[in-house]
Nanobody, 121 residues
Framework: QVQLVESGGGLVQAGESLNLSCEVSGSTFSINNMGWYRQAPGKQRELAALISSGGNTRYADSVKGRFTVSRDNAKKLVYLQMNSLKPEDTAVYYC???????????????WGQGTQVTVSS
């Protein structure tokens, strides 16, 4: 059974940094896009950062220049380095991956359980 296991959330002060990581466990054939979404209290879940299997990245405008997404394809890991954190970055961060389990199967979205990031002012 495939699972996405996140780590690295916590409480920091504004201006500080955090690094999130997420590992895809279980047997997979291929992983396309991987990345991070976030959901602040009372708001919809939104894309924070995404990285393709080839390394192309996409960021929300609000995090450009401060967040960096990267991945290790061999280890099925995706990271999110968050610098210069702001109180408005406070949210639950969800790991996301588009996974094909077998060569003949379709690609499906998978989500982690979420990790809390809290930035105090």
């Amino acid at each position: 059974q495939v699972q996405l296991v996140e780590s690295g959330g916590g409480l920091v002060q504004a201006g500080e940094s955090l690094n999130l990581s997420c590992e895809v466990s279980g047997s997979t054939f291929s992983i396309n896009n991987m990345g991070w979404y976030r959901q602040a209290p009372g708001k919809q879940r939104e894309l924070a950062a995404l990285i393709s299997s080839g390394g192309n990245t996409r960021y929300a405008d609000s995090v450009k220049g401060r967040f960096t997404v990267s991945r290790d394809n061999a280890k099925k890991l995706v990271y999110l380095q968050m610098n210069s954190l702001k109180p408005e970055d406070t949210a639950v961060y969800y790991c996301y991956a588009e996974i094909r389990l077998r060569p003949w199967s379709s690609t499906s979205p998978y989500w982690g359980q979420g990790t809390q990031v809290t930035v105090s002012s």
